[in-house]
Every structure is written in C-alpha cells, then in structure tokens.
C-alpha cells in the first residue's frame, strides 16, 4: 500500500518551485509567510483542502483515488471532475 506525508508533498512542490519564495506562496494564499513556513515545517494537520489550496498556487492539482485492499472488494468507479 502506498502512503504519503501531507508535509513531504507540500516541501516536493515548494523545491520543485523554486522561482517562488514562502513570501511570494503567502501572498498567493493570503496568509503570513510565518503561516507558510509552519506548514513546510511540518507543524499542524492540514486538511485534504488545505493541502490542495497550497498545491495549486504552487502550479499543482492534488488528486485523491481509493483503490480496494480487501480481496473481492470491487474496483470505484473513477469520475471526471472538473475544476
């Protein structure tokens, strides 16, 4: 089974971005650059939103999916979402 930190994931983006600095994603977010580097800190439990908000000024989507892990468990059927 595959996992993922909410934290890990915010950092890959933020280095992957780096013509932008905190300064720059907290204005995008419209919060402090001290609310930025708390959560690249890994300080807090953001929520799937959250997370999502800061992906997407970074230049990223977060997208979800559930996969079965109980045998004979059928597959969910994937929507397109739109956005």
Known sequence: MASWDAFELLREATNARSDLRQ??????????????SQALAGRGNP???????????LGYELKLSAVPVEPGAPPMEQKPTYG
């Open 23 to 36: 300064a720059d994603v907290a204005a995008r977010l419209g919060v402090s650059k001290g609310r930025v």
């Open 47 to 57: 929520s799937v939103s959250t997370l999502a908000r800061y992906l997407r000024v």
